[in-house]
């Protein structure tokens, strides 16, 4: 029985029609069968137990260890490390004379540094779900970081009968946030012309990390690259987490290298009576000039340590709405004229 799936495709049957050594995953390969997070890659067909009770691990005879299939995957290396779902989708099943399924089996847990997989499945007992209909194991919480974890996948057969009589196809999948990186910036936003750190965690340290675009970045491959960028930019990184590639997107926003304020009330109450500009004195050969409506320059100043007062020739301008064009003159930041309109207000 052949099934086309992008997904991970896995073959249940009873242990008359199938060969345990062609069909079964051992358990010594199972640190080596990653599923990534929402890319499975195919492994060897899974046969069913007789003997699998997932849920009750030290009960099991060893020999077991020859009908159940093994996967793994490794948690990134961030303290609240995430969540895991583990889900378990039915494809095509043939039931038996009583119109049931077989039950399908899931259950994970951690593999300590040198442990071998074997012994650990003799002695732990992990919680477990079951299901005749496609299901999620979820893990929301307790989790260890940076930490191989086992997932045991397999059938309730009995030795002499069960539900199970033809080939059931069923997908295993794995995804969540456990086996993610996270990038993030600071500060946020930066004005233009000044500058920003990335920083992107989970990642392996055994792999190295490469940002998108990488022209505006200090080191491409850094974990923490500075950044300048001249317009709003998202940067992508990419890194692994065990044997499984992981990305994260983050977005950089430029805000403008002055703070434009678009009226005052010059009426000599000592409140608001100048036109301010923030950060203005960061570029001290600015040019800025104002128009009235009928485009005659009303105020002009090359460098900004007296902010316009709305006076022209001694006298208050009319409550009116005035133009703008401010250029910067400078070589750290290289943008357009800035224009806009600022409003008088008695």
């Known amino acids: 029985m052949m099934i086309n799936r992008l997904k991970l495709s896995v073959v249940l049957c009873f242990a008359v029609f199938c060969n345990a050594t062609l069909f079964s995953q051992g358990c010594a390969d199972a640190v080596s069968n990653y599923i990534c997070a ?17 849920c009750i691990f030290n009960e ?8 159940t299939s093994w996967y793994s995957f490794h ?8 969540n895991v779902s583990i889900g378990i989708e039915f494809v095509d099943c043939d039931y038996s004379t009583d119109g049931t399924n077989d039950f ?33 194991f979820d893990i929301g919480s307790g989790l260890l970081p940076d930490t191989d974890y ?28 456990a086996l993610g990186i996270v990038a993030s910036v600071n500060p946020l936003p930066v004005a233009l012309g000044e500058s920003a750190f990335l920083l992107v965690e989970g990642s392996d340290d055994d792999y190295p990390v490469q940002w998108t675009p990488g022209q505006y970045l200090s080191d491409p491959t850094s974990v923490s690259p500075e950044v300048y960028a001249e317009e709003t930019t998202s940067f992508q990184v990419s890194g692994q987490v065990g044997n499984c590639p992981a990305t994260d997107v983050v977005s950089l926003t430029i805000g403008s ?12 109450d000592g409140t608001n009576d100048v036109w301010n500009i923030g950060e203005i004195e960061r570029f001290p050969t600015c040019q800025i000039e104002v128009f009235d409506r009928w485009g005659q320059s009303v105020f002009k100043s ?19 709405a005035y133009y703008y064009v401010i250029e910067l003159n400078s ?7 800035m224009t806009g309109v600022i409003s008088i207000v008695h």
Do not use: M, R
């Open 150 to 177: 086992l997932v045991v996948v397999g059938s309730n057969h009995e030795p002499q009968g069960g539900n199970l009589v033809d080939p059931c196809a069923f997908d295993v999948t794995i995804s969540g946030s």
């Open 302 to 320: 090359v460098g900004y340590e007296q902010p316009w007062d709305g006076t022209y020739k001694g006298k208050y301008l009319p409550t009116s």
């Open 104 to 136: 399908i089996y899931v259950t994970a847990f951690p593999l300590q540094p040198g442990e071998d997989p074997c012994d650990a499945f003799a002695s732990i007992a992990a919680a477990c779900e079951g299901s005749d209909q496609s299901f999620s």
């Open 60 to 67: 099991v005879p060893s020999n077991v260890l020859n009908y």
């Open 38 to 54: 929402d890319e499975p890659e195919q492994v060897d067909s899974l046969q069913a137990s007789p003997y699998f009770n997932a």
């Open 331 to 337: 070589l750290e930041v290289t943008i357009p004229p």
């Open 257 to 268: 290298p002055i703070e434009i304020f678009t009226a005052f009330s010059p009426n000599g």
């Open 75 to 82: 948690t990134n290396s961030i303290a609240d490390v995430g």
